[in-house]
């Protein structure tokens, strides 16, 4: 079964503990934060991308307040690959098409609700290859 990395900052701390009762049962690693005190969301995106760059077939989950912050700092690692999803379809072809390794979202800004509803969906679904392969790879082309 895949690991999963998840981490969080203050604003996504709450949601951070409803998604890790929703996995139950799944392989998951918590990287903090660890309470409701103010932290910097970069620090936090980029453990969770080191983790990653060690462990290739993992998937990382990062919330903060919006998911802005964290998909921004998550993406400036080359091995990142980093969707903020607010809906379902979002997630879903997030992996089936972007092959995102990366979910981000916000904890301020969805229901626990729909948030579970956007992590079975980037869960369930997986990178379909062919074109979608070719698209992805001209990421590294433009890699500075
Ligand atoms: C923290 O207040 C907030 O800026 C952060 O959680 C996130 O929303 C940044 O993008």
Request: with cysteine.
């Amino acid at each position: 079964m895949t690991k999963i990395y998840i981490a969080a900052d203050h604003g996504g701390y709450v949601l951070k503990a409803v998604l890790i009762a929703h996995l139950k049962g799944r392989e998951i690693i918590d990287l903090g934060t660890e309470s409701p005190e103010s932290v910097d969301y970069p620090l936090y995106a980029d453990k969770l991308a080191d983790h990653l760059k060690t462990d290739l077939t993992a998937l990382g989950i990062l919330i903060c307040g919006t998911g802005l912050g964290m998909s921004m700092a998550a993406n400036r690692h080359p091995h990142i690959r980093a969707a903020r999803c607010s809906t379902g379809l979002d997630a879903d072809l997030a992996r089936r098409h972007n092959n995102a390794n990366v979910l981000c979202l916000g904890g301020r800004t969805l229901g626990d609700d729909l948030a579970k509803h956007i992590v079975d969906h980037f869960f369930q679904a997986s990178f379909e290859g062919g074109r979608h392969q070719r698209r992805v790879n001209q990421f590294s082309d433009f890699a500075c």
